[in-house]
């Protein structure tokens, strides 16, 4: 029992007592379903017999089943056999179609039909009397994802698969296969397979371009994924299509520099593979190196030039360190306006330096854009 004491302090107290024998009435301790749903055994609490005085032998006729939830039927209420190990009594079920684990099977004693020696009736109201069927249906495909780079595609079912029927084995290549339909990329095979509960990736070396008109369609090996109660997936599965993306242009990789500070973003090349990028809601400049392949992004260096709000701005190199940069807004050192500012950025990225600012006109609103361009070697046109 659980309550509370002295001082609102938390207990838990456990009792022991003793009960004279008649006054223990007849119940099911607990009940549970074979592996192959055909039979279900009741254990009972003492020992019971079907008629008053000790005597007669329980009788299929003395419990009641019921069978509520998931797909599976129950033919008949009355259990179809009984046989009886000291007080576990084991009764046949007649269970129609394919039990999917959500089903719900009670057992109630019949009333006035289970008593014990000392005439105490079990009654068909009962709290450890149900159980659940055991799942029969294999595991079915929920969803198939293909991978933003085409690299790979993600099949999820609906329970945690294994490559053999004990629920065990890491799946293999070869427990799939995957065809592709239209378009102009191909996919030969799946070159390795992971798995992370019941989400599967399936990493595709796909040959050629995909333009996005792609079927790419995943198909489960016969007899080779189970789920953990052993059954097995089926070969023929809804859900295991999806379309490839469009590889003309395509996502190859992403990095979030900065969070909630992200507008207005001007990016300059400043040679090979260094890029300097000004972004708000704050002034920010920051330098990237971004591989020849687009697929790796590293932050270098940052500089917060503007420690209130900045509104429309552009981005120029005048050379190769030096950058001018013209926008609306604020500036610690010379107040509000429009303001024109350059900076020493060296060409490793690894440094940015704020380096002038003139404020030309002290007029700014939110809608203020801002246009640089070049003229000359050192002459440039604002708008």
């Given at each position: 029992?659980?309550?509370?004491?002295?001082?609102?302090?938390?207990?838990?107290?456990?009792?022991?007592y003793t009960?004279?024998?008649?006054?223990?009435?007849?119940?099911?301790?607990?009940?549970?379903?074979?592996?192959?749903?055909?039979?279900?055994?009741?254990?009972?609490?003492?020992a019971?017999?079907?008629?008053t005085?000790?005597?007669?032998?329980?009788?299929?006729?003395?419990?009641?089943?019921?069978?509520?939830?998931?797909?599976?039927?129950?033919?008949?209420?009355?259990?179809?056999?009984i046989?009886?190990s000291?007080?576990?009594?084991?009764?046949?079920?007649?269970?129609?179609?394919?039990?999917?684990?959500?089903?719900?099977?009670?057992?109630?004693?019949?009333?006035?039909?289970?008593?014990?020696?000392?005439?105490?009736?079990?009654?068909?109201n009962?709290?450890?009397?149900?159980?659940?069927?055991?799942?029969?249906?294999?595991?079915?495909?929920?969803?198939?994802?293909?991978?933003?780079?085409?690299?790979n595609?993600?099949?999820?079912?609906?329970?945690?698969?294994?490559?053999?029927?004990s629920?065990?084995g890491?799946?293999q290549?070869?427990?799939?296969?995957?065809?592709?339909?239209?378009g102009?990329a191909?996919?030969?095979?799946?070159?390795?397979?992971?798995?992370?509960?019941?989400?599967?990736?399936?990493?595709?070396?796909?040959?050629?371009?995909?333009?996005?008109?792609?079927?790419?369609?995943?198909?489960?090996?016969?007899?080779?994924?189970?789920?953990?109660?052993?059954?097995?997936?089926?070969?023929?599965?809804?859900?295991?299509?999806?379309?490839?993306?469009?590889?003309?242009?395509?996502?190859?990789?992403?990095?979030?520099?900065h969070?909630?500070?992200?507008?207005?973003?001007?990016?300059?090349?400043?040679?090979?593979d260094?890029?300097?990028?000004?972004y708000?809601?704050?002034?920010?400049?920051?330098?990237?190196?971004i591989?020849?392949?687009?697929?790796?992004?590293?932050?270098?260096?940052s500089?917060?030039?503007?420690?209130?709000?900045v509104?429309?701005?552009?981005?120029?190199?005048?050379?190769?360190?030096?950058y001018?940069?013209?926008?609306?807004?604020?500036?610690?050192?010379?107040?509000?306006?429009?303001?024109?500012?350059?900076?020493?950025?060296?060409?490793?990225?690894?440094?940015?330096?704020?380096?002038?600012?003139?404020?030309?006109?002290?007029?700014?609103?939110?809608?203020?854009?801002?246009?640089?361009?070049?003229?000359?070697?050192?002459?440039?046109?604002?708008?």
């Open positions: 029992m659980a309550l509370a004491g002295q001082s609102t302090d938390g207990f838990i107290r456990t009792f022991d009960r004279a024998a008649n006054t223990v009435i007849p119940r099911i301790s607990s009940v549970a379903v074979a592996a192959d749903n055909a039979t279900i055994a009741v254990t009972m609490n003492e019971v017999y079907n008629a005085g000790g005597s007669g032998n329980l009788e299929t006729s003395d419990f009641a089943l019921s069978l509520s939830g998931g797909a599976a039927t129950l033919g008949s209420t009355t259990p179809t056999s046989s009886k000291g007080n576990v009594y084991t009764l046949g079920m007649n269970i129609s179609g394919t039990p999917s684990g959500f089903e719900e099977i009670t057992v109630r004693p019949v009333d006035n039909s289970i008593y014990d020696a000392s005439n105490n009736e079990a009654v068909p009962q709290i450890m009397n149900t159980d659940y069927l055991t799942d029969k249906v294999g595991p079915t495909i929920y969803s198939t994802v293909v991978g933003a780079s085409n690299r595609v993600v099949v999820t079912f609906s329970d945690p698969v294994f490559n053999t029927s629920g065990s890491a799946l290549a070869n427990d799939f296969s995957v065809s592709v339909r239209g102009t191909t996919v030969a095979s799946i070159s390795s397979v992971s798995v992370s509960g019941s989400a599967v990736t399936l990493a595709l070396p796909t040959a050629g371009v995909a333009n996005g008109s792609e079927t790419l369609t995943v198909n489960v090996a016969a007899n080779s994924v189970y789920d953990n109660y052993g059954n097995a997936a089926g070969t023929s599965q809804s859900n295991n299509t999806a379309t490839l993306k469009d590889g003309r242009i395509l996502v190859k990789n992403g990095l979030m520099h969070a909630s500070q992200g507008y207005d973003n001007k990016i300059v090349r400043m040679n090979k260094r890029y300097l990028l000004a708000k809601n704050y002034g920010y400049l920051q330098t990237f190196t591989s020849d392949d687009g697929a790796t992004i590293t932050e270098v260096a500089l917060n030039h503007a420690t209130s709000t509104y429309q701005q552009d981005l120029l190199q005048i050379d190769s360190d030096t001018i940069l013209a926008y609306g807004g604020y500036d610690a050192q010379t107040g509000w306006g429009q303001h024109i500012k350059t900076f020493k950025v060296k060409p490793d990225g690894t440094s940015i330096v704020d380096i002038g600012d003139l404020v030309h006109d002290t007029y700014y609103q939110t809608d203020n854009y801002v246009s640089l361009l070049r003229i000359d070697v050192d002459t440039y046109a604002i708008a």
